[in-house]
């Protein structure tokens, strides 16, 4: 089925209901008003309080942890260690080098060793302080090039590399000899840290023998509940997870929801009792996963009509402690390698490795943030050697329908990279605001940057996604998903898709919190597939309920069933008037005349491969595109940088509601301002040395750029409903490189790494770095 | 991170209720708690006596009397910054209490706070540095004065005796003809510390600089004058190629942090020390001038 046509082809109708329509958020006045329950508004009086004691050393053997100082502190209740883990003491995503308790060695300052479980917080943290631990330390590898050292110890059994990528496409030898310019340089992008308003939290109730109840803020539900089940070496039906309302995720949650959870859930499990695990700010900050550092290399050669004839990439990425989810985000860099541009020739070569710090995870953009920096500095550096302008450069290569990634992957629809760059180019005045313009010590610059993102998980990985709507008797649906609201608003988009194709109203639903108990796995909401999956198994819900609700009416009306419509909470017949009933009445008639008033959604979409020798295949079902322009001004004196204004543009398939978009697309550029400009983690042998927002300096409202009408462009992909594709993590990866070329642009200064501060800025200023 | 740990809290809604509760071993005012709050959660308060002072109303005022500006120091940034007197007799200090924290920050924090908290980059110790600020200290047996200056000790350190209060802060209204300006950077444009802050004021007597007072902070242990500055200052007829070279001074006269993990490199410091009094002291001399 074409799920881009339903509504021709399975509703009979022209124009929308809701979907395309932005509308105000279900949830948007009980946000506002903090009537909003999160997961610490759950937390009864009387849980015990769990604390996690965490490694001083960045890489160390264990020779003794002596618990018994801390047991005897009044209020204490247990301290648990590796050897109480009941299952698994394994948590690794990807991976299985990741322990959940350190038993033997640590590898990052803040690894966590045990578990103190105490009556209250001052008890837990007296505890937690009383804990020994006696330590035989290791030399610590600290950057890449340490712990590819010839003799570097080693981190892991294995070895300090964790996984390693390719891609060969074409000859790149040959397409270097048939090139006019060619450039190489190294970029490199940081740690992010996530910086959600809400810190981690887990709480966890025991249910009677063999259950656990855990309520947490997370990204992937059954994530949790596989991790929980592993740890207390039970079945998945044995374990339920709710997630509550999440204050913000960006990736973070989808890695320290599990680990959260399971420690809540051991404490809660062996104590018989009520846990909660909540961090504060230093733990989120300094301990939980962050954005991926990586180095990337790139040599890229173009013609002397600017058409690119060759890219050879070396990937470094800077793991930490553990792989995590580092094998999919080397596989999405090494095939977005080239950005979102047809280059013949292709060779990648990706290599993840381990270092004793803080391990990198899940985060908006996965990947294609730091890859997009290197290609879009790039593309603005050859332009300028070639003497073109930056946007034709991009148009002259720009992936189109018939055109190959760099994983050979054929392009056969839904591409709307071209249009992208067309209208950010065309609403920013672009060859107008070129012009250089000063004043006094300011001056202004203008840059672009592009994005194309995969939909789904990486390296062919199976994924679907489940739903269930139900009609209840009174007219009203509830709708149920485990794709996660963290903000972003995705299930509401579900809840569209839903009340489009059932022609109920909106107010009509109620959007229930996630539960694993009570429906299939729907899987994550991480690779920008929470609306493109998720939204597709609700679509396949709806179509089947539909189906039921008219069968009922066809007999009411003793019409035909094509003849019968649905909409407004209104069931009608098409050629009488008259005979019209509402939802609330159909519900009661389903009900009576055994009619099935609830339907289960299941939705896979087709499958990819890839050969592991060549990296080349079908990588990803679809993939949502983006570009974004930029007007800077750069105070000469002091290096700050404004940003004046930003005009993003995105191929988004269909938008089910522009506004949600619109919320992502402008909180992504505070976002990505934040990592162009500002944000950075320091570390001092391994250890944080900023780890609260005091100094880990994020952008504040009033660093927020005007931002013009957001162009939404709409190449429909056809497996999708209504043909949308995901927006969240594509709306961050074009700001970066659109920043960059601005100041590059007003001051001649390109930068190969980010953040850049007013003050990195003020020093090539000063050295001439042009 | 800690808790907060086990604390006796006063709250006393007199000041001389405060006082004695001051006499207390250890005791420490709390004002807006935005600084306190967060030294007791990392351990770099050892006070187990807090008295709170939000009910002192006594200590909150702003007003004008025998050519004196006094400022109570539970006086709220959020009122510094809208008051109509300060505003219009002294706007260098409101333009500084508007870029301190943010809202809710403004609205918790004080002015006395912000001294006693004795922060090397203070956003209100430079403009009331510049204004010729003095401080007013009490305690169970009297009151002195002292000039803002000496009340700052080292970084996070004060001059303050034990049982001693920052009471009041006060400086004379300047005059017609005068104008002061503050400079800010910091690594965001809200809610940001300052890397630097540079507060600057002048009093001209026709074209010749007769007065000038210049405070430079999170550039020293401490907020400072830079009286070199100053002496080059006085006296002069000021234009733009004077403001340019005693500017550059700057550069050699501030002794800004060289500690590693600092907020800005002491390379970046001192040159931005030479922007920023270049634009404090030209906007202080136009200010100077429409001040007729």
Request: hydrophobic share 40%.
């Given at each position: ?33 903090g009537r909003a329950r999160f997961t610490s508004d759950y937390i009864q009086p009387g849980t015990v309080v769990v604390k996690e004691v965490y ?204 680990l959260v959870s399971a420690k809540a859930a051991m404490a809660a499990v062996k104590l018989g009792r009520p846990a909660a695990l909540v961090y ?45 989810r580092a094998p999919y985000w080397l596989w999405r860099q090494t095939v977005h390698a080239t950005g979102p541009y047809e280059v013949p020739n ?425 | ?292």
């Open positions: 089925m074409e799920y881009d046509k339903i509504l021709e082809d399975l509703l009979g109708r022209k124009e929308f209901l809701v979907v395309g329509k932005s509308i105000i958020r279900t949830d948007a006045l009980d946000k506002a008003l490694s001083t050393h960045p890489h160390a053997l264990i020779k003794r942890v002596d618990t018994s100082a801390a047991l005897k502190v009044p209020g204490v209740l247990a301290v648990y260690t590796g050897a109480d883990v009941p299952g698994m003491n394994q948590i690794g995503y990807a991976i299985p080098d990741q322990p959940f308790l350190c038993d033997e060695k640590v590898h990052f300052i803040g690894d966590p060793i045990a578990i103190v479980c105490a009556e209250d917080e001052y008890a837990a943290q007296e505890a937690r302080d009383a804990v020994v631990v006696d330590y035989d330390p290791l030399p610590a590898n600290l950057t890449i090039d340490e712990t590819l050292a010839k003799g570097a110890v080693h981190i892991h059994e294995g070895g300090n590399i964790a996984i390693e990528s390719r891609i060969r496409k074409g000859d790149v030898e040959k397409g270097f000899s048939e090139a006019k310019v060619e450039i190489e340089e190294t970029y490199e992008t940081p740690y992010q840290d996530h910086a959600y308003i809400e810190p981690d939290v887990a709480y966890a109730v025991p249910e009677g023998a063999g259950k656990v109840t855990v309520i947490g803020a997370m990204q992937s539900p059954f994530l949790v509940r596989e991790k929980v089940a592993d740890v207390l070496g039970w079945k998945l039906n044995q374990v339920r997870v709710i997630q509550a309302l999440t204050g913000g995720a960006f990736g973070g949650k989808d890695d320290t929801g599990p504060d700010r230093f733990e989120v900050t300094a301990y939980t996963p962050k954005r991926f550092p990586s180095r990337i290399h790139l040599r890229t050669g173009v013609d002397k009509d600017g058409m690119l004839t060759a890219t050879k990439v070396d990937i470094k990425l800077d793991c930490g402690a553990f792989a995590n292709v060779h990648v070569d990706g290599t993840a490795v381990y270092t004793n710090k803080v391990f990198g995870g899940s985060y908006r953009g996965f990947g294609d943030l730091a890859v997009h920096f290197a290609v879009d500095s790039h593309m603005d550096r050859l332009a300028n050697e070639l003497g073109m302008d930056p946007v034709e450069l991009r148009l002259r290569n720009v992936l189109t329908v018939g055109k190959r990634t760099a994983s050979d992957q054929l392009l056969d629809h839904s591409v709307g990279i071209e249009e992208c760059i067309r209208g950010v180019a065309e609403a920013s005045d672009w060859a107008k605001i070129r012009e250089p313009r000063r004043n006094g010590s300011k001056v202004r610059g203008v840059g672009i940057g592009t994005a194309h993102h995969g939909i789904s998980t990486s390296r062919g990985a199976p994924d679907w996604s489940a739903a269930s709507v139900i009609l209840n008797e009174d007219g009203s649906f509830t709708y149920r998903t485990s794709i996660c609201e963290l903000g972003q608003g995705t299930p509401i988009g579900h809840a569209k898709i839903v009340a489009e194709i059932v022609g109920a109203k909106m107010e009509a639903f109620h959007i229930e919190i996630p539960d694993t108990d009570t429906m299939a796995n729907a899987r994550p909401t991480h690779g920008s597939r929470g609306l493109t999956l998720g939204g597709t198994a609700a679509a396949d819900a709806a179509l089947k309920l539909r189906g039921q609700m008219v069968n009922i009416a066809a007999i009411l009306f003793e019409c035909e069933k094509d003849r019968v419509d649905l909409r407004d909470s209104v069931a009608s017949c098409k050629d009488d008037a008259s005979k019209t009933i509402s939802f609330k009445e159909l519900a009661r008639e389903m009900y009576i005349r055994g009619a099935n008033p609830a339907a289960y959604g299941f939705f896979t979409p087709p499958r990819r491969f890839f050969d592991p020798e060549t990296g080349l295949g079908v990588s990803y079902p679809a993939y949502t595109f983006a570009a974004t322009a930029c007007e800077v001004e750069v105070d000469l004196e002091t290096g700050q940088v404004e940003i004046l204004k930003i005009w993003p543009a995105m191929d988004v398939g269909k938008a089910i509601d522009p506004l949600l978009i619109d919320g992502q697309i402008h909180g992504a550029i505070s976002h990505g301002i934040g990592i162009a400009l500002m944000e950075s983690i320091r570390l001092d042998a391994g250890e944080v040395v900023n780890p609260n927002l005091t100094d880990y300096v994020i952008p504040s409202s009033m660093d927020t750029p005007e931002v013009a009408e957001s162009i939404l462009v709409e190449k429909p992909y056809r497996h999708s409903a209504f043909g949308a594709k995901g927006v969240g993590e594509p709306a961050i990866i074009s700001i970066v490189p659109a920043i960059s070329n601005a100041i590059y642009h007003a001051t001649g200064v390109s930068f190969n790494t980010i953040p850049i501060t007013a003050e990195r800025l003020h020093a090539a200023l000063r050295r001439g770095d042009r | 991170m800690n808790l907060i740990p086990d604390l006796e809290v006063h709250r006393p809604v007199s000041l001389g209720e405060a006082l004695k509760q001051m006499e207390a071993p250890g005791a420490k005012p709390l004002a807006g708690g935005t600084d306190l709050i967060i030294d007791l959660r990392e351990g770099a308060c050892e006070a187990r006596t807090l008295v709170d002072l939000t009910r002192v109303k006594e200590l909150d005022y702003i007003r004008e009397s025998e050519g004196m500006i006094r400022i109570g120091a539970m006086t709220h940034h959020t009122d510094l910054m809208t008051s109509g007197l300060i505003k219009t007799k002294a706007p260098v200090l409101s333009e500084a209490a508007s870029l301190v924290g943010s809202v809710q920050i403004r609205n918790l924090g004080t002015v006395g706070g912000n001294i006693c908290n004795a922060s090397p980059g203070a956003d209100t110790a430079t403009p009331l540095l510049a204004l010729g600020a003095e401080a007013t200290l009490s305690s169970s047996g009297g009151v002195r004065t002292i000039p803002l200056g000496e009340f700052f000790a080292g970084p996070k350190r004060t001059s303050l005796d034990t049982g001693e209060l920052l009471t009041e802060l006060s400086f004379p209204t300047p005059p017609t003809g005068s104008g002061g300006a503050f400079q800010k950077l910091g690594r965001r444009k809200g809610c940001t510390l300052s890397l630097i802050n540079i507060a600057a004021c002048v009093e001209l007597d026709g074209d010749t600089c007769s007065e000038v007072r210049v405070a430079v902070g999170a550039c020293a242990p401490t907020p400072v004058r830079i009286t070199d500055v100053e002496e080059m200052l006085k006296g002069k007829k000021v234009d733009e190629a004077v403001i340019d070279e005693v500017s550059s001074a700057c550069y050699g006269l501030v002794q800004p942090s060289q500690r590693a993990h600092s907020r800005a490199s002491e390379e970046y410091r001192r040159e931005m020390s030479c922007v920023l009094m270049r634009r404090a002291l030209t906007t202080a001399l136009e200010r100077a001038r429409g001040n007729k």
